[in-house]
């Protein structure tokens, strides 16, 4: 008797995650220079080999067997609140943090004399989230640190505690860490009570932080606390660097009640904070440590949108990869036409995102070096929350998208695909669930006018465009969107709340419809089919009973 056996999932992209990546190669290409882009495509097809193969089997393994451990205390019984990982996850981080994807956005790069940027560390961190965003979640946590200390810490705490966060294998690492959120507050960070209390030069805190990532990894936590004396709501709160431990190697008056049993995500360890006189110190301004932190913020959710991408990535590839391997009823599953149109759909949404996401990149490394306009900077906010939104809900679509080409071994660990939707889940929650970016459309608007600017800037760049049926048929959805802006900035803020959602939703569809449009321009086939495929998806406009672009152009696009 002939037995059938099913495809054995196998590593794709030629064991790869970087080679064969066009989209990704022509985004280096058009905004690095010519030194830099060459720098940075052999680095990234060494990282993206590593991703590919040994970086995704101990990703494997700390998701199943290998997740982090609480050691409470020491052998002596003394208070240690060590986090235990796997020796693997040990090995990713050093490969990781070696390839500067935190380090080189704020130190030179050796080999070119110059200071990296983030078009360059956001192209790792799509890599490494292609086999293990819960990874991505410390790297994202180091990077925010950075930035802080970068941006506003003194010059004693920068040379005391940023070549360590920046360490590139030159010096000790200390990884980062940033703890906002308390039982009581929540997303409401105004309702935060850990209080600061005054010591000589410095501050001690006392209180709990009820959801810290990266807890026993880092070597230092970017931290809001109360001053006392200090105003209610987040004008009172001050931003503080407390190092884990203290200068005698002893645990820095805090402890970690327990880690967190987390649905997906299993790399990053979350826990409960305790401080009970944690040495901490002040991080610029004490008036102004909440918009430090909604700045850090701002930078988290980028790598949000980054670690959803690469989920979208591999959930993709793994999808494409075993329809071509699996023959059902005689024929390659690839050779029938519901399964070339949902490869199709996904393959144009994620060029067209990853295009969109790397455009928002491009603009925040201008934000961040200070040359952006005063438009631009209001754009890039209104970017990252439209972008973050999609991009998160989109991932969760693909991995569902990809267990189900899968069919039953879909939904065994065997394969990779349960993670990616456990993994993915997380992505609508960290650093601010579609509530909370709703907000951020509403504030926008009323304070900033920045439906304005966003309507000029998609009028600019669609006129700029060579008149096609697809250009045309952009300016139609601008027009209509233009009038959907206006209402909404009239509306009252019951009206607006309810709003808000489903107009980002449709901004983000008109933003990367613009970058999609743009691409095709550029750079044609196959960017043509896929600004094709993307708006006839997205838009809805197929004619009922017409085969649909998705899969007339198929061939073209996966």
């Known amino acids: 008797m002939k037995v059938l056996k099913e495809p054995v999932a196998k590593s794709l992209y030629a064991d790869n995650f970087f080679a064969g990546d066009e989209t990704l190669l022509k985004i280096l290409k058009q905004h690095l220079p010519a030194e830099f882009y060459e720098y940075a495509v052999g680095h990234l097809t060494q990282?993206?080999?590593?991703?590919a193969n040994e970086i995704d089997l101990r990703a494997k393994h700390t998701d199943r067997e290998g997740q982090p451990v609480l050691?409470?205390?020491?052998?002596?019984?003394?208070?240690?609140?060590?986090?235990?990982?796997?020796?693997?996850?040990?090995?990713t981080a050093v490969e990781s943090y070696g390839t500067g994807m935190v380090g080189y956005v704020h130190k030179e790069i050796p080999e070119l004399g110059a200071t990296g940027n983030y078009v360059y560390s956001y192209a790792l961190g799509y890599l490494v989230s292609q086999t293990d965003p819960g990874f991505y979640c410390p790297v994202t946590l180091t990077m925010a640190t950075a930035y802080l200390l970068d941006h506003y810490a003194s010059d004693e705490l920068k040379k005391r505690f940023l070549?360590?966060?920046?360490?590139?294998?030159?010096?000790?690492?200390?990884?980062?860490?940033?703890?906002?959120?308390?039982?009581?507050?929540?997303?409401?960070?105004?309702?935060?009570?850990v209080k600061a209390v005054k010591d000589g030069e410095d501050y001690r805190l006392y209180g709990e932080k009820y959801f810290a990532s990266n807890a026993g990894r880092c070597g230092v936590?970017?931290?809001?606390?109360?001053r006392e004396g200090a105003p209610e709501g987040t004008k009172g709160l001050t931003l503080f660097a407390v190092?884990?431990?203290g200068e005698d190697g002893k645990l820095n008056g805090l402890r970690i009640r327990r880690l967190k049993d987390k649905l997906g995500v299993r790399a990053v360890p979350s826990g409960e904070v305790e401080f009970d006189g944690a040495k901490a110190y002040v991080v610029g301004d004490e008036t102004r440590g909440f918009y430090y932190m909604m700045e850090a913020l701002n930078l988290s959710r980028i790598c949000n949108a980054v670690a959803s991408i690469g989920i979208m990535k591999r959930a993709y590839h793994e999808a494409k990869q075993y329809a071509s391997a699996r023959h059902a009823f005689g024929n390659s599953l690839l050779k029938y036409p519901m399964v070339k149109q949902t490869l199709s759909k996904l393959q144009a949404k994620l060029q067209v995102e990853v295009a969109a996401?790397?455009?928002?990149?491009?603009?925040?490394?201008?934000?961040?070096?200070g040359t952006a306009s005063d438009?631009?900077?209001?754009?890039?906010?209104?970017y990252i929350a439209i972008l973050k939104k999609e991009t998160a809900e989109t991932a969760i679509h693909f991995a569902h998208e990809s267990i189900e080409m899968h069919g039953g071994n879909g939904y065994i660990e065997d394969f990779v695909t349960p993670r990616l939707l456990r993994d993915a889940q997380v992505l609508t929650v960290w650093e601010g669930t579609a509530n909370i970016l709703a907000h951020e459309l509403i504030r926008l608007v009323n304070k900033f006018s920045i439906h304005q600017l966003f309507i000029e800037e998609m009028r600019s760049r669609v006129s700029a465009i060579k008149q096609t049926e697809l250009v045309i048929f952009a300016e139609e959805k601008l027009h209509e969107i233009t009038g959907e802006l206006q209402v909404y900035a009239s509306s009252d803020r019951m009206t607006q709340e309810l709003e808000a959602k489903p107009l980002m939703k449709k901004l983000a569809y008109l933003y990367e419809t613009?970058?999609?449009?743009?691409?095709?321009?550029?750079?044609?086939?196959?960017?043509?089919?896929?600004?094709?495929?993307?708006?006839?998806?997205?838009?809805?406009?197929?004619?009922?009973?017409?085969?649909?672009?998705?899969?007339?152009?198929a061939d073209e696009i996966i």
């Open 221 to 226: 936590a970017m931290v809001l606390a109360r």
């Open 243 to 245: 190092p884990w431990k």
């Open 514 to 553: 613009v970058v999609a449009l743009e691409w095709a321009e550029k750079y044609g086939s196959p960017y043509t089919e896929i600004a094709e495929v993307y708006v006839e998806t997205t838009w809805n406009t197929a004619t009922f009973g017409r085969t649909p672009k998705a899969v007339l152009l």
């Open 357 to 369: 996401v790397f455009d928002l990149i491009a603009l925040y490394d201008k934000v961040t070096s």
């Open 47 to 51: 990282y993206g080999q590593k991703c």
């Open 163 to 193: 070549p360590h966060v920046c360490a590139t294998g030159d010096v000790e690492l200390y990884e980062g860490a940033t703890f906002l959120t308390e039982r009581q507050g929540g997303s409401d960070v105004g309702a935060n009570v």
């Open 71 to 91: 050691n409470r205390y020491d052998k002596y019984g003394e208070e240690v609140s060590e986090v235990w990982v796997n020796e693997g996850y040990e090995k």
């Open 375 to 382: 438009a631009e900077v209001l754009l890039h906010r209104l």
